[in-house]
């Protein structure tokens, strides 16, 4: 309680759950497969090619777009732009643009190499690898490797003992009290939904987080020993038969 206001008050609609008691669903993988109509399930070759050539496109032009932002800054943006401050502003803006924007693209490249990886690009499957590789190098993500552990996090999704990644943490690991002895406050995440904390943790993500996943399994299975990695084709994390692939 902070000036009268309850930090720890949930919705009516979470309180409203909280009532209900679980019951595990009953249905079946098959049964969601049958229930998805059969032509969404056909793959579609050529917009698969052509979104692939859209997004190789769109990363041409926007490298061409960042080659020519310094030369316009030479030039004052022709002539538009004051020298000094006012030009620095404006090409700071374009190249934060560029990135902006690249990043996009990039996500939707790397989007591909995952469905590639899926194998719901193509009909064949060497071409679904050929690709997923090449886009995936692009990015320097280990195509072969992160596919081999997606397809068994996709195997145990939420899954604490068995999946491969995104494992939420113990209370042992967040140092929390005994169940005991705790209080509604320890559970309240008081600054998780705040706009701050949660631009903070995207940003972190963004920028890290990925690579700290492939390099040293953070937030992956609690199964594997410190330091196990997606770039060491002896790693844990892949069966004898897939080394070869790596």
């Given at each position: ?58 990363t ?52 591909l190499?995952h ?79 705040t ?31 410190p ?20």
């Amino acid at each position: 309680m902070i000036f009268g206001i309850n930090l720890n008050l949930d919705s009516p609609e979470y309180e409203a759950r909280r009532k209900r008691p679980f019951v595990p669903p009953t249905v079946t993988l098959k049964e969601i497969h049958d229930a998805v109509p059969k032509h969404l399930l056909k793959r579609n070759s050529p917009k698969a090619a052509a979104y692939v050539l859209r997004d190789v496109a769109f990363t041409l032009i926007l490298f061409k777009f960042a080659s020519m932002i310094d030369l316009w800054a030479e030039g004052n943006f022709g002539g538009y732009v004051a020298p000094g401050l006012p030009k620095t502003l404006v090409r700071s803006a374009l190249w934060i643009a560029y990135h902006g924007f690249q990043g996009l693209v990039w996500a939707g490249i790397f989007c591909l190499g995952h469905d590639a990886g899926h194998g719901t690009l193509f009909e064949s499957k060497r071409l679904n690898n050929i690709v997923g590789f090449v886009l995936h190098t692009y990015l320097l993500t280990p195509y072969y490797a992160w596919r081999s552990t997606h397809h068994a996090h996709h195997k145990a999704t939420s899954s604490i003992e068995r999946d491969e990644n995104y494992v939420p943490y113990t209370r042992h690991e967040y140092n929390l009290p005994d169940e005991k002895k705790a209080t509604a406050f320890d559970y309240g995440e008081v600054f998780e939904e705040t706009p701050i904390f949660t631009l903070l943790r995207i940003l972190v993500m963004q920028a890290f987080g990925w690579w700290v996943y492939l390099t040293k399994n953070t937030m992956g299975s609690k199964m594997y020993p410190p330091g196990t990695n997606h770039f060491n084709p002896d790693s844990p994390l892949f069966k004898k038969e897939q080394r070869e692939q790596l």
